[in-house]
């Protein structure tokens, strides 16, 4: 049976230590987001030790994965080893705050990593606020197979994000996405899949036939995807748990644009009957199709609310591209943008607060988020081409596909923090467009 | 290869087709008219295309059409394009012919495919109302997967807005 992803199950546990809280408390050096992303928060993370023969490089390996997490955010700016002044040899040796304090490391973070005679991996760390003198919340180590290492380091730094912000992590997390290769008007594209970090890249499909916009299933067990291989466009359902393929188009000329509800159990997509586009939902285990629009309007690109109730969704009836919102049901529509331009692409945040969008003004196409109602509208990036954000877990952070022009022109992924800051080049091997993050892995 | 020399091709051989009509020199005129209008001069010489293939349709009366911005309404032009590959498709084919609708790179992917899919609907119930049977025609919406001309420019983005008529499985393709 091939499955798309190594099955890595991770135990962890709390170890001894203070009964401290978890989470910000006024008297430590906790923080908002907003706050972090105006002033970094100065902190270390001196190399891990290693506690068994032969886990020296896997030590170090999670420490520069830990770092690299917390360094691409822009919360956090990472004090480096050249200049601590001391040197940390052992775990459970106390932490001396005056060698950190002058070099004014906020948060120190120490840990160790053993492999056992099993080939098992075990890694543990602490969270120091320094100049307060106090551990922030209880020790923790993470069990799991060798091949898990970068995901137990994931782990670390979600656990230390969230400390530090009240926030949830975003770090254990995949990112599904289209690979792009040869020259702009013969694309060759593929279904990959990596790490929110851009490791382990795989792909998932071949590169025979078009394929657009990846999604995952809410448990990222499962993507769907559309896919050009019979001819037109038609959505498939790529199992990874079974490693099958299913068509869920339902005899549909074209269908295309798919989304899970957040219980798994539906998919909501276009359907064309060859002229017109409008949404349904298909339920997966009885197969029954529902229509949610009925107009001559192009009615695309739909998304649920966290809590299933409601679809976001973009529609050209008004006469140009506009969001609206329905109940999941379908019914009544209520159109929430009115800014100047076209919108496109509307994705509802985890957080259920915000909507992200594609705007398209001027010739110019923008990444924006806005309030459900329409209001506080904010544009988060400009260029020739931005397009399709995507959520990351914790919705702080939005990733999206920035093409170049031109005849040479070719798209990459980027990400930026809904505060309009932090605009990173997302690593790909290749090409590469319509991303969708997946939820915190389990 | 350029687009732009069919259309002044096909609107050639239309000008040609209302004054000669059909007569020996074929439906819309004989070659010396194509070579008169000033086609046909460079690439392959469609000065001696046999009329009945579909070479000639996609070269001489031209393949495509070409919508406006985020539009899918057929404009004059286009519908003169339409007429003569209409007429082509009853005189010489019974082949299923496939409409691809597309799209320039200056929209989202999801929505360019459901606009190319009216374009290519628009060209469907077009050729319908002329009288081809709509059983023959089929159609599939490429958004902007499949751009013919690759500069990010106007004159890219119009060669690019396009529907093509494929006839296929006929001889001479």
């Given amino acids: 049976m091939k499955t798309l992803f190594a099955a890595v199950a991770i135990a962890f546990g709390l170890m001894g230590g203070s009964a401290i809280a978890q989470g910000c408390a006024s008297d430590t050096i906790c923080g908002t987001i907003e706050d972090f992303s105006v002033k970094p928060l100065p902190y270390a993370v001196p190399r891990f030790i290693a506690e068994t023969a032969g886990a020296d490089q896997v030590a170090n390996d999670i420490t520069s994965v830990i770092a690299g997490n917390l360094n691409n955010t822009g919360l956090f700016r990472e004090v480096p080893a050249e200049a601590h002044l001391s040197r940390r040899d052992s775990f459970g040796a106390p932490v001396q705050f005056a060698n950190w304090t002058p070099i004014n490391v906020q948060a120190l973070i120490t840990g160790a990593v053993s492999t056992g005679a099993d080939g098992r991996i075990t890694v543990k760390f602490r969270l120091w606020d320094t100049f307060n003198g106090r551990e922030l919340g209880q020790g923790q180590q993470f069990t799991g197979s060798a091949a898990g290492w970068r995901r137990m380091a994931h782990k670390v730094a979600d656990q230390v994000y969230s400390r530090l912000t009240g926030e949830s992590g975003y770090f254990d997390s995949r990112v599904v996405f289209v690979s792009e290769s040869g020259p702009k008007n013969a694309r060759r594209k593929q279904i990959t899949v990596m790490d929110q970090d851009g490791a382990n890249v795989r792909n998932l499909t071949g590169a025979g036939s078009i394929v657009l916009a990846p999604r995952f299933s809410p448990d990222a067990n499962s993507v769907i995807y559309t896919s050009y291989e019979t001819g037109r466009p038609q959505v498939y359902l790529l199992d990874a748990t079974s490693g099958q393929r299913r068509n869920l188009g339902g005899g549909s000329a074209v269908s295309f644009s798919p989304r899970f509800s957040p219980d798994g159990r539906k998919i909501v997509m276009s359907l064309g009957d060859g002229s017109n586009t409008d949404i349904f939902t298909l339920d997966l285990a009885s197969g029954q199709q529902s229509r949610l629009t009925n107009t001559p309007a192009i009615e695309t690109s739909p998304s649920y609310s966290p809590d299933g109730s409601q679809v976001v969704f973009e529609s050209d009836r008004g006469g140009s591209q506009q969001l609206y919102v329905m109940p999941a049901s379908g019914g009544q529509a209520k159109r929430i943008s009115f800014g100047e331009g076209r919108y496109a692409t509307p994705v509802w945040s985890p957080r259920g607060d915000l909507v992200a969008f594609t705007k398209m003004v001027g010739g110019r196409f923008h990444i924006g988020v806005m309030r459900l109602d329409g209001s506080q509208e904010r544009l988060l990036t400009a260029s020739f081409l931005d397009e399709g954000p995507t959520w990351a877990p914790n919705g702080r952070v939005l990733m999206f596909f920035r093409e170049t022009s031109g005849a040479s022109g070719a798209p990459a992924l980027y990400s930026v923090d809904i505060t309009g800051r932090n605009l990173r080049r997302v690593p790909t091997p290749s090409f590469a467009s319509d991303p969708s993050w997946s939820g915190l892995l389990p | ?173």
């Fill in chain 2, 1 to 173: 290869m350029t687009r732009s020399k069919y259309m002044i091709a096909g609107l050639a051989l239309l000008a040609a087709g209302c004054s000669g009509g059909a007569g020996d020199d074929g439906l819309f005129g004989s070659d010396r008219d194509l070579d008169a209008a000033g086609s046909g001069t460079t690439g392959i010489s469609s000065a001696n295309l046999d009329p009945t293939t579909v070479a000639y349709f996609n070269q001489v009366i031209g393949d495509r059409v070409f919508f406006e911005v985020d539009q899918s309404n057929l404009t004059p032009g286009a519908m003169a394009v339409l007429d003569q590959q209409v007429a082509w498709l009853m005189q010489n084919s019974s082949a299923p012919v496939l409409i691809e609708g597309h799209a320039d790179e200056q929209g989202t992917r999801e929505y360019n495919i459901a606009l190319s899919a009216r374009r290519a609907a628009a060209v469907r119930n077009y050729m319908v109302t002329k009288g081809l049977s709509d059983s023959r025609l089929s159609t599939i919406p490429y958004g902007k997967e499949r751009p013919i001309e690759i500069c990010s420019e106007e004159r890219c983005w119009s060669q690019n807005r396009r529907a093509v008529t494929v006839v296929t499985g006929a001889a001479g393709v």
